[in-house]
């Protein structure tokens, strides 16, 4: 059995700063502070680096890609609509800490984000944001698109509900109560935007990827 690689967590934002050697660690100053700034490193020297720096440099910037699809398959699915927002969630465990986020596709400047929360799950943190995002549009009655790379956010927003398996207790009290504001927002508003799924295999990571991965 390959022993699993250790990891080295550089936190610019927290109840702490600083480098933890341990998710434990790094996890008990991110718990409860908003706006928490983390990423996690491969080797001790890269997260001080990382530390010394600016966090907008490490997180949500895009990696170099090269998409494995043809020609012909590229081409058929065409370049990003630019008028458009596009919103993504982040989760450490399934449950874990999760956040999410908005940005405007082509600039990627930050529209919104939440979080991070104590405890939530990838797909209530998609769906949240695309909530967050619709909602944002029709208040400042943009004509834009918004992207999303989950499925399963889209299925949900269609059926109106968050369609979770996640149970509710004191840690995740507060993900819950913006749970059922989404679902009622979907249920009293109306809405002209056009949800689109972000096609990842043709243009890499959609820009509000929290580059942690």
Known sequence: MSKKKRKYYTVWKGHRTGIFESWKDCKAQIDNYEGAQYKSFETFEAAKKAYNGSYKDYVGKAKKFSS???????????????????????????????????????????????????????????????????????????????????????????????????????????????????????????YKTTIVKWETKAWGEIPADFGRK
């Not at 999410?100 to 797909?123: A, C, H, M, W």
């Not at 109106?160 to 009293?188: G, H, I, M, P, S």
């Open 68 to 190: 494995s699809l043809s020609t012909e398959q590229l081409k058929k699915i065409g370049t990003p609509n630019y008028n458009s927002i596009s919103v993504d969630a982040a989760s450490s465990g399934n449950p874990g800490i999760m956040e999410y986020r908005g940005v405007d596709t082509k600039s990627k400047k930050q529209l919104f984000i939440q979080g991070p929360f104590e405890e939530g799950t990838n797909n209530i943190g998609e769906f949240l944001a695309l909530v967050h995002g619709l909602a944002f549009l029709k208040k400042n009655n943009s004509d834009r698109i918004i992207y999303t790379d989950s499925r399963t956010a889209i299925s949900w927003i269609k059926k109106k509900t968050c369609n979770t398996k996640l149970e509710r207790n004191e840690k995740n009290k507060a993900v819950f109560q913006l749970v059922d504001r989404a679902v009622a927002w979907l249920k009293a508003n109306t």
